[in-house]
């Protein structure tokens, strides 16, 4: 790789030091503020950390964190891997990632929806991975039809390699500018958000997988790669079990998403698919904590279809605990809890806890779903049995209680 200009190289240096003052007084892992301080010194240091590697970027609203891990636990078998791993998923995050590595010669970063325009722009990343688009953070977030506008303005007239959901019909209608797209499909379990024809507006006309707008000719583009329930199928037909050890249909898709991109960096499924398998947990996701005997099981989901995949793979034999928060990173609108169909939870012990566990109690009574209302997570894992039990908490809520148990990874 070539040297970095000196200015580069010191706001690289920099960023790094503050990143590791950051840490060393406990303010968080420093992987925002060093890419702040190295960005105000140097600006253009996205674009010159980036030169040179061969990057991917990630992107949906579901599943990316956990996907730039599969894809970079795939990509370590070509060599060092740079990236954001903690969900730093902004440029301040994507320079910190690439400073970290500054030999590596790949790289796979997290891509915030509303950044990949931004980020593919600086980056020139050659290959970029797109999953789902669905309601989120319902205060702050752009409406989802003008993000994958966005991106596909983004990706039109560029050399990108595209790989792309194609059961999703909105992140298909983001993708379809690109020059180059492989098609994966990787299943799509929340459907309140693409109801319409993002071309033309007209409705959608749906049977099994397939998908095609009444009005214009927008339809569901032949896939390459097939999520097929614990298999995938690549684009020669062969089927490969997946056999990983993250839980749920969310994180199969998430893994054949994987697959693809990591072919599209030349490595075959035999190679990838073994590395995929040694992924058990992902910045806290499906860890286990335990205290006094109860063995509770950690759960993100931030939006609604978070949920609906957070259901997927939660126990109907457990009991439950469930925590939602509304701080900042929450977003402070949680409206988004009457979107949800909790009737699946019938049945179940259900115990409801967080700043937000009155607004949870009311939907939950109107569900009909029976629950125990708990001042504090500690209360409610306190009146477990000894076992195991399933916990579903949006981000903060999901943060405090892993930070209470030693943020294990
Ligand atoms: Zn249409």
Redesign the pocket.
């Known amino acids: 790789m070539t040297q970095l200009p000196l200015r580069a190289q010191l706001a690289s240096a920099l960023g790094r030091s503050a990143a590791t003052l950051s840490r060393m007084t406990g303010r968080g892992d420093g992987s925002v503020i060093g890419g702040r301080v190295g960005l105000l010194l140097e600006p253009d240091l996205l674009r010159k950390l980036a030169r040179d590697r061969k990057l991917a970027l990630v992107s949906a609203t579901n599943g990316k964190t956990t996907t730039t891990r599969l894809i970079t636990s795939a990509l370590l078998e070509l060599g060092e891997v740079a990236t954001n791993a903690f969900g730093a998923n902004m440029p301040a995050g994507h320079v910190s990632a690439l400073s970290q590595h500054k030999r590596a010669p790949y790289g796979v970063l997290e891509v915030d929806e509303k950044y990949l325009p931004e980020v593919l722009d600086t980056t020139g990343a050659g290959v970029v991975c797109l999953m789902n688009l669905s309601r989120d953070q319902m205060d702050r977030a752009a409406e989802i039809w003008l993000l994958a506008q966005k991106w596909r303005r983004a990706l039109s007239g560029k050399p990108t390699h595209v790989i792309a959901n194609c059961d999703d019909p909105l992140v298909t209608w983001g993708a379809s500018t690109a020059a180059k797209v492989t098609w994966v499909a990787g299943g799509q379990r929340w459907k309140e958000d693409s109801w319409c024809?993002p071309?033309?507006?007209?409705p959608l006309d749906r049977k099994d997988a397939d998908w095609a707008?009444r009005?214009?000719t927008?339809h569901r583009p032949e896939p390459q790669w097939v999520v097929d329930d614990d298999a995938a199928i690549d684009p020669r037909g062969q089927r490969w079990l997946l056999d990983i050890q993250l839980p749920g249909q969310a994180n199969r898709s998430n893994a054949v998403m994987a697959l693809a991109v990591a072919e599209a960096f030349g490595l075959p499924v035999e190679q990838a698919l073994p590395r995929l398998r040694e992924v058990t947990s992902v910045a806290g996701r499906y860890t286990t904590v335990e205290r006094d005997g109860r063995h509770a099981r950690l759960l993100l989901a931030k939006n609604p279809a978070g949920w609906l995949e957070a259901f997927d793979v939660a126990d109907p034999q457990l009991p439950i605990i469930l925590s939602v928060n509304a701080q900042g990173p929450d977003g402070r609108d949680t409206s988004w809890l009457w979107d949800v169909d909790y009737r699946i939870l019938r049945g179940r012990p259900v115990f409801v806890t967080g700043q937000r566990r009155l607004d949870l109690a009311l939907r939950l009574d109107v569900a009909e779903v029976p629950f125990t209302l708990c001042e504090s997570f500690n209360e409610a894992l306190a009146m477990q049995p000894p076992g195991r039990v399933d916990v579903i908490a949006n981000y903060t809520a999901f943060q405090q209680i892993r930070s209470e148990f030693g943020r294990a990874v």
């Open positions: 024809c071309e033309c507006g007209g707008c009005e214009c927008f």
